[in-house]
């Protein structure tokens, strides 16, 4: 089965500061991948996804995230962190034949920022 | 305006006592599903539905149940709630092609003493 792991479950920046939140995942097939944040008191929005094709991938918000076959990584990077960027963000794979099924959610990682 | 509605979004109750969280979207969408969210544990489904009257259940549906009768709504059951279910509950919906890019609702956070 496939899992997500997400490095840190707590990262804190400074404002204009690169944000680097780091996702690891393990798949015996090519893997659909994605980046969901959750702002204060909301759901989860998609931020970005990786299907096929180009391996950087540009979201929304500035965030963009880089799928690297050889590390099993799709880490998520800012190179000017917000203070609205303060968020839980949650990395997923989708598992499933042909990529387009159930969603597994990492635990989450809570961006704090700070003046 | 396209979004998931879920209602209640707080509720206390107390164990053994049978409640009900609404879920509901208006884009027409096939697929809903439930997800509960623990600290350290992200998000885990609980049951999915492809479409009216089909239902299946997640990787954590001990002690829910889920109906949809129409294709707007999918409600969440406790029969019988026990602290162990106390939780924040997202209700999600997509079309079926696109299962992975879900539209989540606001969240229901849910404690049983």
């Known amino acids: 089965a496939q899992s997500v792991t997400q490095l840190g479950s707590h990262v804190s920046v400074s404002e204009g500061a690169l944000v680097l939140l780091r996702c690891n995942y393990s798949s015996s097939v090519p893997p659909y991948l994605f980046w969901y944040v959750q702002y204060p008191n909301q759901g989860l929005q998609l931020l970005l996804k990786?299907?096929?094709?180009?391996?950087l991938v540009k979201g929304i918000n500035g965030f963009e995230a880089e799928f690297k076959k050889s590390e099993t990584s799709f880490h998520l990077t800012k190179p000017s962190a917000h203070m609205s960027d303060a968020a839980e963000y949650f990395c997923?794979?989708?598992?499933?034949?042909?990529?387009?099924?159930?969603?597994?959610f990492g635990a989450g990682t809570r961006l704090a920022v700070h003046p | 305006e396209a979004q998931v509605t879920q209602n209640p979004r707080y509720l206390i109750t107390v164990t053994g006592k049978k409640l009900t969280v609404t879920c509901s979207q208006n884009?027409?969408?096939?697929?809903m599903s439930w997800y509960r969210q623990d600290p350290g544990l992200g998000l885990r489904q609980i049951y999915y539905s492809m479409n009216v009257e089909v239902t299946d259940k997640g990787d954590v549906p001990e002690g829910y149940k889920v109906s949809r009768k129409e294709k707007r709504n999918f409600p969440l059951i406790l029969e019988s709630p026990s602290p162990n279910q106390t939780s924040l509950y997202f209700c999600?919906?997509?079309?079926?092609?696109?299962?992975?890019?879900?539209?989540f609702g606001p969240g229901t956070r849910l404690t049983v003493l």
């Open positions: 884009m027409n969408h096939e697929y």
């Open positions: 997923a794979v989708s598992e499933g034949s042909g990529g387009y099924n159930k969603l597994i």
């Open positions: 990786y299907t096929t094709g180009a391996t």
């Open positions: 999600a919906s997509s079309i079926w092609e696109k299962r992975d890019e879900q539209f």
